[in-house]
């Protein structure tokens, strides 16, 4: 099976994750996909395919080999972002792109233009795949998925192409943060592992945000406007004048490559009581913690002014940097810059300006960068992958499997 069709077969399932529920997986639909997997992997000949309580599947494709290889891992994630519908996906695939803005709906006046999203020039000649403008498309992390079983098949096919211990992965409630929580990381026995979760092709990224939770309740006082003077204390002004003390200069849309930011993702409430939800990212350990400093300090600040307990933080850490855990092992970044050289693509070392299931796995004891997709605009409407990028991605991890055996 091509991999495009792999792919275009997994965004059926509808697997979004849920945030804040204690579970794992979030949602049951997510298990659907799951069997589905672990049916397919044995169907290629990975006897030992299963899926655990959890949701998370593995499997192994052992050694035919007496050469000493390293026990390498691959690994995506079967949810699909919260942020965007993700059911009922109408996948099509434009052949040949042109150069020109893409009509995803015309009822609906939805259009991906190349003056907003230059990358589509990159690829006239290809075959763009990309919805109808009402779902996102799932190649994140579907197309991940889809690039390691045809990997897989690759060796499963062709015998006599030596290959070591190959462990294969795909977890749940990575979207929702949680995709690392009950990973069996020993169960796992790779002796490194690498997330096929990132974006355009050629990137290879080992270096993630620091990121942690803010969240701020502003307790107020309630009282008829008519007799509110000096007794009126509105939680939701007080919400805003909190706001309006960060940094405007540290917000996402005014940051970049290594910049760090603190993100108001969500707000509600009335005069009694309001609640502000607020993402905290940096690179840079010593920025991040100042970040979140800031945050106490404001606190502190507002409680002084309006009184004691009106407003509280609760901060909680999420995953951390994984680049101290890469660099004393960066031969997993070196071979992997490699295999892209072999089959003609230019690799390009980028940050991740948020964080994966990697980040938090080498922090378990399971060095895992991440490598792309080659997908495009995720978490939207506008995503799009290239079937070309898709076959190259798959390329290049057969590569680095032949690397590691030679």
Known sequence: MKVHERFLNYVKFDTQSVPDVEIIPSSDK????????????????????????????YGTLEKNTDK????????????????????????????????????????????MKTEMFEHLLNYVGNDLIVTDGTTLLGADNKAGIAEILSMAEYFVNNPDVEHGTIKI?????????????MFDVKGFGADFA????????????????????????????????????????????????????????????????????SHLNDMSGDVEKTHLNYIIRDHSNEKFEAKKDRFLKTADFL????????????????????????????????????????????P???????????????????????????????HGRYEYIPVQSMEKVVEMLKEIVRLYTK
């Open 303 to 346: 409680n002084s002014k309006y009184g004691e307990g009106t407003v509280i933080v609760e901060l909680k850490d999420s995953y951390y940097n994984m680049k101290e855990k890469i660099l004393p092992h960066m031969h997993i970044i070196e071979t992997a810059k490699q295999a892209l050289l072999n089959i003609g693509i230019e």
């Open 30 to 57: 997510q298990k659907i996909l799951g069997q589905y997997l672990v049916e397919e992997m044995k169907s290629l000949g990975i006897k030992d395919a299963f899926m655990d309580e959890h949701c998370y599947v």
């Open 348 to 378: 390009e070392i980028v940050p991740i300006r948020g964080g994966t299931d990697g980040a938090r796995l080498s922090y378990m004891g399971l060095p895992c960068p991440n490598l792309c997709t080659g997908g495009h605009n995720y």
């Open 194 to 261: 690498y997330t096929v979760d990132g974006g355009e092709l050629g990137e290879i990224e080992y270096e993630n945000f620091n990121a942690a939770s803010a969240k701020v309740t502003i307790n107020g006082v309630n009282i008829h406007p008519g007799s509110a003077k000096n007794k009126m204390k509105n939680s939701i002004l007080i919400g805003m004048e909190f706001q309006n003390m960060l940094p405007i200069h540290e917000r996402p849309d005014s940051t970049e490559n290594y910049e760090g930011f």
């Open 68 to 111: 000493n290889t390293p026990v390498i891992g691959f690994i995506a994630h079967m949810d699909t972002s919260p942020d965007m519908p993700g059911n009922d996906i109408k996948a099509r695939i434009i052949e040949n792109y042109d150069g020109s803005d893409i009509v995803l709906n015309s009822e609906k006046d939805i259009t």
């Open 169 to 181: 992965a795909f977890t749940p409630d990575e979207e929702v943060g949680s995709g690392a929580d």
